[in-house]
């Protein structure tokens, strides 16, 4: 059966590390609930509920979106709190909880609904499509972008979206995304951005962020960036892959040299040059020991987490200045 998940309407951090859109976050009461539904029955949809409180105009007590989750993990920040990735989210022309009859579309009578206490609870399948029907959404396939002229048929370039960069005087907990304009992120920003809130990739950012500061450089990150230093001279940029699976090295190594390119050229005015680095959480395996070298020969240095420090592993990796002893 699909999940409702109470959304409550913040830009701030606050009790709670919610990024509308991107992740969701809940006290452990839940879990339980999450996990039946997620991973034992395998039904990832999920409508988003807004209370009533603080809500922005026209979405006071609605549904107003739908999508897919991810599976449950532990906020290593927050004991007893758990994250779950909002996947393929999709907005909802915003559905009140009552239709024009005055009967609640989740339990199909004109009772009041007692939501107290359930922030993430079950609806029937059958209500759930009601809902999506009522806010005039008739698909769950993600919706496609046009990536070429509709008319010609010729390549339409365009400038891809950048956010401003803030210092990092500590990791932040959760993604650290900030939202812009009122304006969910897009498929790739929230695929990038739900990493974030694992335990080993903030463990990770934290070891080299202490490492920089403690030689006298500074850091700092955005929606997209995990991590631009400046020591001295040099310039570094830094994007850290969770590897809680090792046998999923591969793919975080072509994904994190696809993140460095891609922030490359994106913030090519920022970055001014900036030598890319690519962190583990923990050191690759030996059947995979070719990674190394496939990032040197990318002109990429590489380092990984090994029993809590930090350690290079190519010689790129051996020339990072926040890796020698201080």
Not at 183 to 191: F, I, K, L, T, Y
């Amino acid at each position: 059966m699909p999940l409702i998940l109470t959304q409550h309407y913040s830009r701030d951090l606050n009790r709670y590390l919610d990024r509308e859109w991107v992740i969701y976050h809940f006290p452990s009461q839940y879990v339980a609930l999450v996990r039946r539904v997620v991973l034992e029955a395998g039904d990832r949809r999920f409508l988003y509920q807004r209370p009533s409180h603080g809500a922005p105009k026209g979405e006071s007590a609605t549904y107003f979106g739908y999508g897919l989750l991810g599976e449950p993990y532990e906020d290593p920040s927050t004991a007893g709190h758990f994250f779950v990735d909002i996947i393929d989210p999709q907005p909802l022309r915003p559905v009140p909880l009552r239709d024009s009859s005055g009967v609640y579309y989740e339990s199909g009578e004109a009772k009041p609904l007692m939501l107290r206490g359930r922030s993430i609870r079950y609806i029937d399948p059958m209500r759930y499509f009601a809902i999506l029907a009522a806010g005039q959404a008739y698909s769950l396939a993600p919706q496609g972008r046009e990536l070429y002229a509709a008319d010609s048929g010729d390549f339409s370039p365009a400038s891809a979206p950048t956010d401003a960069f803030r210092e990092m005087s500590f990791v932040p907990p959760g993604t650290g995304y900030i939202p812009r304009d009122n304006q969910p992120p897009d498929r790739h920003e929230s695929a990038a951005l739900h990493e974030r809130a694992r335990k080993d990739h903030q463990e990770t950012l934290e070891l080299l962020r202490r490492s920089v500061e403690r030689l006298g450089g500074s850091c700092f990150y955005n929606n997209n960036v995990d991590l631009y230093a400046k020591l001295g001279e040099r310039r570094f940029l830094i994007e850290a892959k969770s590897l809680t699976n090792p046998t999923s090295a591969v793919n975080r190594m072509r994904y994190g040299m696809g993140q460095l390119m891609d922030y490359g050229v994106r913030y090519r005015a920022e970055l001014a040059g900036a030598e890319p680095v690519l962190a583990f959480g923990a050191p690759v395996a030996p059947d995979v020991s070719w990674i190394p070298t496939i990032l040197q020969e990318n002109g990429i240095a590489f380092v990984s987490v090994r029993q809590g420090a930090l350690a290079a592993g190519n010689p790129l990796g051996n020339g990072l200045p926040f890796l020698q002893p201080s």
